[in-house]
């Protein structure tokens, strides 16, 4: 009953941009954090960003701060992730997950997921 779903995800050239987005069903985002993962072949799956539901907190692993921008918008129940100036090692399945106490950077937390949409970068 409670769902998120993503969408955007595709080929890109290395230094390209994509737009990721994470529409939630069954629940409003007001009280809720919203993270991305992503999971490339044969590695764990690894915390990319997330956002807090109130005070407009957001994190980055350090391998996407500044390429990647995380934001909201409560009124679509949608959450965004713009990613720029990608790199090969950026593929990777990427999902959202939804939760109200959550450990930013990691999946603690974290009690509803997506499906997962694919990101691959390449030439």
């Known amino acids: 009953q409670l769902h998120l779903v993503e969408s955007g995800g595709g080929l890109v050239q290395p230094g390209g941009s994509l737009r990721l987005s994470c529409e939630v069903f069954?629940?409003?985002?007001?009280?809720?954090?919203i993270g991305w993962f992503r999971q490339a072949p044969g590695k764990e799956r690894e915390g990319v960003s997330a956002?807090?539901?109130?005070?407009?907190?957001?994190y980055y692993t350090d391998s996407v701060k500044g390429r990647f921008t995380i934001s909201r918008d409560n009124a679509k129940n949608t959450v965004y992730l713009l990613m720029n100036s990608l790199k090969p090692e950026d593929t990777g399945v990427y999902y959202c997950?939804?939760?109200?106490?959550?450990?930013?950077?990691?999946?603690?937390?974290?009690?509803?997921w997506g499906q997962g949409t694919q990101v691959t970068v390449s030439s």
């Open positions: 956002i807090s539901s109130r005070t407009g907190y957001t």
């Open positions: 069954g629940f409003t985002l007001d009280y809720y954090a």
């Open positions: 997950a939804a939760g109200s106490t959550p450990v930013a950077g990691t999946a603690e937390g974290y009690d509803y």
